[in-house]
């Protein structure tokens, strides 16, 4: 596969309720699998980047983010004030060099997809994960927003058409990526949380593709995954995992697992991401190993794997930058890498859908922005009456700066999640 297809767009699907499933890839995972990587490679050095063929067709396409046409932000800058915030997306677009891997999902026809290889169809941003870097005490958290958020959503400008499309004041979360590309959903995820605090504003982005997950679980040897009882599910990749076992998933097994979700839970979207988390959490214990990082050729092939696999915002095309995120993170203990889902409720319009709980992600991103602790509990879907909107007044920035901020503590957010340390076993149905 060559360097330039490898790199391009891979279908994602994530699914709420009782929708038809598209083949629904756990790209919460895959995504966080590769920027994990890409922590890890800094312990090479950031020399090793200038020899990689790789690095060189590394931001070929990157777009710029709204309000950052012309200089990068400083990474030293950032990391000593507000934390680092990357936007990790993956996106819903076959190649026609891995199309027969995913069935009727792809089309069989080349005259789909362009010289690059891609799908010529626009895709779907169907996961997106916020990473916040904290300053000292350092840590990880990473916010995944469900695909079908329904949200208002604000004009955006496709940046290789010029196409504009108007705001709305209802529309899912994964068709920002078709309106604008990255830079519009980047933008989109800024209305979710900058209401709360703008010291969560977007700094760097990238979109991923399909086979991240298949190479980086291959590369370090399979993720070990315990699982409770006994998941069989012939849509995804006709996986069958044995209860009471623990299972090293790898190759596309491990992407079965992750994208699973007739198999699991009640068979919604939101039920099967706490087996999404486990594989998560077993991964960064996995990553952080002494056997990976002491291991000078997997973490190559990592780093090789990242860089074949995401797309950057032009803030985030040179590969340097990229290590320089990676060092910023790479000696956070497994305790401070904390992955959470954005406070969902049942839309009211339609059980199929999720709505933003407001209050909660108020809660949830103004301890964020604090550096505070954050100790993920609650269930995978809160069933309360229709959320509240988010207040038309404007909010003081230092409201809540930072632990010496003397305003009333936060109240604590009922907010679904793990950290890297829950060695919690997986269910099925």
Known sequence: MSDTTTRRGRRTIARHGRLRARNPFAWILRVVGIALACVLVAGLGTAAYATWDLSRTFGADAQALEGQESEAPDIGSLVATKGVDLLLTGIDVCEWDSHEKFGDRCPKNESAYGEDGRQLDAGLNDVNLLVHISPEPRKVTVTAFPRDLMIPTPECTNQKT???????????????????????????????????????????????????????????????????????????????????????????????????????????????????????????????????????????????????NVDPSASLANPVTLVQIAMAAKEVPLENFVFLQYPAVTDPYDENRVAPNYDEAAKLFQMIAANDEIAPTGTYLQETEAPAVPSDEPVDPNATAGPTDTAAPVETPEVVGRNATDESCASGR
């Not at 977007?202 to 699982?227: F, L, S």
């Not at 995804?236 to 979700?261: D, I, K, N, P, Y």
């Not at 991401?273 to 990553?287: A, D, E, F, G, H």
Request: hydrophobic share 40%; net charge negative; with cysteine.
């Open 162 to 308: 010029g196409t504009v499309s108007s705001a709305t004041e209802r529309d899912q979360l994964n068709n920002a990526y078709a309106k604008g590309e990255l830079a519009c959903v980047a933008k989109t995820i800024d209305t979710l949380t900058t209401p709360y605090d703008a010291d969560l504003a977007i700094d760097y982005a990238a979109t991923v593709t399909w086979n991240g997950v298949i190479e980086i679980t291959n590369a370090i040897g399979g993720v070990d995954v315990c699982v409770a009882e006994t998941i069989d599910d012939v849509e995804a990749g006709m996986l069958h995992l044995e209860g009471g076992q623990t299972h090293t998933l790898v190759g596309e097994q491990a992407l079965a697992f992750l994208r699973s979700r007739h198999g699991v839970g009640d068979g919604g979207d939101l039920g099967r991401i706490s087996n999404q988390q486990i594989y998560m959490s077993s991964l960064v214990r996995k990553l952080t190993s002494e056997g990976v990082l002491t291991n000078p050729g997997t973490l190559l092939s990592l780093a090789r794997t990242a860089l074949s």
